[in-house]
């Protein structure tokens, strides 16, 4: 299994950005999907996860904010994220997973290096 995230940088406060996920050598769209991210000197956080048929599931620092998609044709996970603050600066992990809808990382065996996000002016 590999997964590639892509898409970070660094953004000013308020700003959106798009995180993307490849995913390979798996049965993609049986796998639940989601992001994580961990902050330096912070545990590793779920911030949205997606089943197969679309349903979400997010944390509260997300909610209203990020919005978590797949592409089941392209094996492709997304993140697009608004309103941006420097709270949001992390790195972001893209994790599958078959046994459900978590934002748990014990439930997730498969990862991704990780996208460094960094949002400063």
């Known amino acids: 299994v590999q997964l590639v995230e892509s898409g970070g940088g660094l953004v000013q406060p308020g700003g959106s950005l798009r995180l993307s996920c490849a995913a390979s050598?798996?049965?993609?769209?049986?796998?639940?999907m989601a992001w994580f991210r961990q902050a330096p000197g912070k545990e590793r956080e779920g911030v949205a996860s997606i089943d197969s048929d679309g349903s979400t599931r997010y944390s509260y620092a997300a909610k209203g904010r990020f919005t978590i998609s797949r592409d089941n044709a392209k094996n492709t996970l997304y993140l697009q994220m608004n309103s941006l603050s420097p709270e949001d600066t992390a790195m972001y992990y893209c994790a599958a997973s078959g046994y459900g809808l978590s934002l748990s990382a014990s439930l997730f065996p498969y990862w991704g290096q990780g996208a460094q996000v960094t949002v400063s002016s």
């Open positions: 050598g798996l049965t993609y769209s049986r796998y639940f």
